[in-house]
């Protein structure tokens, strides 16, 4: 009878690891992507937010073909006392 090689067995396959390995590693990669859905931040209509700001940001962005997601809106230089 014919004795099998170590390299010849199946879970010592050196294909199969690889193949293991990069299955791993896509999972992690996908898990470590976070969600596939991002939500635009709310605007509260009582917030100073600037207004001109974000157009200007966005028609800068569109003529350079990017899409800019705002995670904070910003918001409109104080002026005036303020105490400080």
Known sequence: MKKMLRSQSGFFNLRTLIG????LAGVFLAGCSGPAIRHQAQVDPNDDFDASKVATVTQWAQARGATVVWLHYPTKPRTGNDGG
């Open 20 to 23: 293991l390995f990069m299955v």
